[in-house]
């Protein structure tokens, strides 16, 4: 979590930490070159609104993650970035598989990507695990404990 403002506020914004930062960029990318889409070229359009959706998830869910300090939903948002980013990566190919002309241009995405996700490993190691909420479904839970029964297992 990000630590509290100089003013008193529990919490600083989201847009302060590097991850939201390279989100954002990402973002911007991504509209730049969403902008090249031939509108006549319906599986191009259909691809790339999910990239730009994708994008939008890779700030958004920062900040989601940002708004509580609970170890089980911060990593339910970061499964949900991991999962953005991985399919705005995927859209790239298909775009590229489908014969988009301006295919240079995802360079710089898939960069911008990897940078994005050393960041990304570096805040969800900064998530304490022991300050949750029992996830009944049992994904999100600390090292050993358990679903059912919220008993440390190990």
């Known amino acids: 979590m990000l630590p509290p403002e100089e003013d008193g506020e529990e ?11 390279k989100g954002r ?5 991504t509209v730049k070159i969403a902008a090249l889409i031939e509108e006549d070229q319906e599986i191009h359009v259909s691809l790339m ?8 998830l890779l700030t958004v869910k920062v900040a989601g993650a940002e708004a509580s300090d609970l170890y089980d939903l911060r990593m ?3 499964t949900l970035i991991r999962k953005a980013a991985r399919d705005l990566l995927t859209h790239c190919t298909s775009l590229e598989m489908f014969g988009f002309k301006d295919v240079h241009y995802f360079r710089l995405l898939r960069e911008a990507i990897e940078e994005y ?5 570096e805040w969800v ?3 304490d695990p022991w300050n949750y909420m029992l996830d009944t479904w049992g994904l999100f839970n600390p090292p050993g404990i358990s ?5 440390n297992q190990d």
């Open 11 to 21: 919490f600083s914004l989201p847009d302060q930490l590097e991850l939201y930062q």
């Open 25 to 29: 960029e990402i973002f911007q990318l």
């Open 49 to 56: 609104e999910q990239m730009l959706e994708d994008a939008s």
């Open 76 to 78: 339910e948002n970061a």
């Open 117 to 121: 996700r050393l960041l990304f490993l």
């Open 125 to 127: 190691n900064s998530f």
């Open 147 to 151: 679903p059912t029964t919220g008993d």
